[in-house]
């Protein structure tokens, strides 16, 4: 890959502007990243990891003459930071950011960028449960789905420079419209996170019973609840605050399902369950054939050598 834009600036420097940085000099696809986070820790754990070629002191000096300014901060604080920004972007400069819910962010970042920039929203649906500039790699954003959602009047020349960085980082691109977005992402992100997040808890209760058995004992289910549940708590309220509508709606949908399972676990209606983890059972497949996920033994985990 060739350089696809000379300066691109990234504000927040948790896992996915780390991640991007690394896969962006893996391609050479960018001739200078500057970065800022507001913590004077995180910069410092920044210069000393080597991430991005600059680290900034302001938010003004990181996207000064920045071709590409990405957000990559929790949603809730994307118009804050986007009112910082816009008296010193470059005029024909693009924004975007990498949060988990676009309609907000639209509305939110939209209002404060000035007419000669151009905003295209961005999510690249990858990540772990580890936060912070260390934990960031290369590779990943490889093989997974990046969605950008042009808002009205968006640059065709503009879009398609945006989805060649992603793609040059290893992603598979898509263009979805906001609403969209937001109510497939409670879906397959939002509620699953919301349910593990009260699953922890629960067991929290639980354990102040047991002895701190929940924990000595955990099976494979439970410890992967755990995992999700180990995510940035404030990403995660953010998320739930500004994606209200559309979560609510698919909790609301959760809950039907959740008591027709118990009326058939009630009833001893042992038909209906097994009929129903059929076809769930099928879902696990999909994913595993679209190449999002191994089929490995134990989700492929890689077994510590001692």
């Not at 350089?3 to 391609?27: E, N, P, Q």
Request: hydrophobic share 45%.
């Amino acid at each position: 890959m060739s350089v696809i834009y000379d300066r691109v600036a990234l504000i927040g420097l948790g896992l996915i502007a780390s991640s991007m940085f690394w896969a962006m000099k893996r391609g050479g696809l960018a001739g200078e990243v500057t970065g800022y986070a507001r913590s004077d820790a995180t910069r410092a754990t920044a210069r000393r990891i080597g991430l991005c070629d600059r680290v900034c002191d302001t938010v003004a000096e990181a996207v000064a003459g920045a071709d590409l300014v990405v957000l990559c901060v929790p949603v809730g604080a994307m118009g804050d930071v986007a009112a910082a920004i816009a008296p010193h972007l470059k005029p024909g400069a693009t924004v975007s950011d990498v949060g988990s819910v676009k309609a907000a962010v639209i509305q939110a970042v939209g209002t404060h960028l000035p007419d000669n920039v151009h905003f295209i929203p961005a999510h690249p649906l990858a990540g772990t449960e580890h936060s912070g500039p260390e934990s960031g790699f290369a590779t990943l954003f490889d093989n997974r789905w990046c969605l950008l959602v042009p808002v009205e009047g968006t640059d065709p020349d503009a879009l398609h420079r945006l989805s060649r960085l992603w793609q040059g980082m290893g992603a598979n691109v898509d263009t979805m419209e906001a609403d969209h977005h937001d109510l497939v992402l409670a879906v397959t992100s939002h509620a699953p996170h919301l349910i593990a997040y009260t699953m922890v808890g629960v067991a929290d209760d639980l354990r102040r019973v047991t002895d701190s058995e929940v924990i000595k004992y955990s099976a494979a289910g439970f410890r992967d609840f755990t995992r999700i549940a180990a995510s940035d708590p404030t990403m995660w309220r953010d998320v739930f605050l500004t994606n209200k509508d559309a979560t609510l709606e698919i909790l609301g949908r959760f809950t039907e399902e959740l008591f027709a399972l118990q009326r058939a676990i009630r009833t001893g209606d042992g038909d209906h369950l097994h009929a129903y983890f059929t076809r769930t059972r099928a879902i696990r497949r999909g994913i595993i054939e679209a190449g999002q996920d191994t089929d490995a033994p134990d989700f492929g985990r890689v077994k510590a050598v001692r």
